[in-house]
């Protein structure tokens, strides 16, 4: 079904952009999970998106209060460089949230959320 939106369209019927529709998957992700970026395309309703999912993330501000750490690649790693602050930062903050890597720095399948 395709979705149109107009101006005249009350805002309570109008089509989510993507990036909401992404925004809003995001926030379904509860602490202590995580979610590969092509999972959470699709659970956004934009499967193949994968690296548009990573693109937009990274394109958060700072302070931005959605849970970009919990979002990981395929392989089941961080997918910063090892080593920058950005890197560090999620480590610390999934760690905090109880999750626990490999010393080959992977997370377990039983964190994933799906």
């Known amino acids: 079904m395709v979705h ?3 101006e005249s369209m009350p805002e309570e019927i109008q089509t989510p952009s993507d990036e909401e529709k992404l925004y809003i998957a995001l926030s379904s992700v509860p602490a202590g999970r995580v979610i590969a970026y092509g999972e959470l395309a699709r659970l ?5 998106r994968a690296r548009w999912v990573g693109r937009t993330l990274s394109q958060l501000p700072e302070e931005s209060a959605l849970p970009w750490h919990r979002v990981i690649n395929a392989n089941r790693r961080i997918s910063l460089p090892s080593g920058s602050p950005g890197y560090a930062e999620q480590r ?3 760690l905090s949230e109880g999750i626990l890597f490999s010393p080959a720095g992977t997370i377990d399948r039983k964190y994933l959320l799906t």
Do not use: D, I
């Open 4 to 6: 149109y939106v107009s």
């Open 44 to 48: 956004a309703g934009l499967p193949g």
């Open 92 to 94: 610390q903050r999934l």
